[in-house]
């Protein structure tokens, strides 16, 4: 019989991890079982050398079986997207133990950390939180910080799930996905890019062409209809992550690539690129030159 699992369990488990330093083994072996479990989100491969709150916040949901509850990521800002998709977002309330807390360090509206909040006392909440100084550290804060952006519950109580739908290395998969959603993921980057991402979808139990097929015509029907003005960029050598979140590979500094789509968030543009046929990400304005 699988146990249920609980907000103590999973803070708990993060509070096992406390003290424990980048680059020390303890780390490494965090981040290497992240990258086990496919397919990765944003199809990145993290490395000991990046930002790694994500990282631990989700290879801790995967340990107490929880990832189908909290959601897997290694950018804060996309999971907080997996948090209103998931339908526990909640923005900026009073905590309770087990939540997530979502950061904004700069006030910029870009959430830049994530931790979990692991004891609450009258106006104030304590977080069990990896990439603290470079390790998992334990902080506390006022609920209403100006800092904070605010806070998802995840709706514990359910069966756990393990790494995967089945408690294996597989994706978490509540629900049989359809062709639709999942090239909608594609587009997203949520599976990578070739050949990871057929690799990643066979796994998965998915008909890869299929999927790709769906992938094809959306794009072809998008980009029909959006003509995006600007054809190709180069990426600035000084540019760091995606605008997503994600630390940029080494590689994509100073490359020139197709512009797929681009739009105006927040008043700042934002362009998807992608090369031979393969989504790369989205870019800010700032870090590329149009070409």
């Known amino acids: 019989m699988r146990k249920v699992v609980t907000a103590q369990k999973v803070v708990d488990i993060a509070g096992k991890y406390v003290g424990a330093k980048q680059y020390g083994s303890v780390h490494k072996g965090l981040i290497d079982r992240y990258n086990q479990v496919l397919p990765r989100p944003s199809g990145y491969k993290m490395t000991y050398d990046d930002a790694w709150c994500d990282a631990f916040v989700t290879a801790v ?27 526990i977002w909640l923005g900026r309330v009073k905590p309770v133990v087990g939540d997530l807390v979502m950061f904004d360090w700069d006030g910029g509206g870009f959430a830049d950390h994530i931790a979990y909040v692991g004891e609450v006392s009258g106006e104030r909440f304590r977080t069990i939180e990896g990439n603290s100084n470079g390790r ?40 049989k996905q359809s062709v ?32 790709q097929k769906r992938v094809n015509e959306l794009m072809k029907g998008h980009l029909s209809n959006a003509s995006p003005k600007v054809k190709r960029v180069q990426v600035s050598q000084k540019a760091v992550r995606f605008y997503t979140g994600e630390v940029m590979d080494a590689w994509v500094k100073g490359s020139y690539f197709d512009v797929l789509d681009q739009k105006r968030v927040r008043g700042e543009m934002i362009y998807l690129v ?4 393969g989504l790369i990400g989205w870019l800010h304005a700032n870090d590329v030159k149009l070409k």
């Open 180 to 211: 639709n959603e999942l090239a909608s993921q594609v587009l997203l980057g949520t599976w990578g890019n070739n050949p990871e991402r057929t690799r990643a979808l066979m796994a998965a139990g998915y008909d890869a062409l299929a999927v």
């Open 136 to 175: 998992v550290e334990r902080n506390w804060f006022a609920w209403n910080d100006w800092r904070v952006k605010g806070f998802a519950r995840p709706q514990y109580g359910r069966v756990a799930g393990g790494a995967g739908a089945g408690g294996g290395n597989g994706p978490s998969r509540p629900l």
């Open 61 to 87: 949901a995967d340990e107490a079986g929880a990832n189908h509850l909290i959601g897997r990521e290694c950018g804060v800002e996309r999971h907080v997207k997996v948090c209103r998709d998931l339908g």
């Open 274 to 277: 992608g090369y031979k046929g």
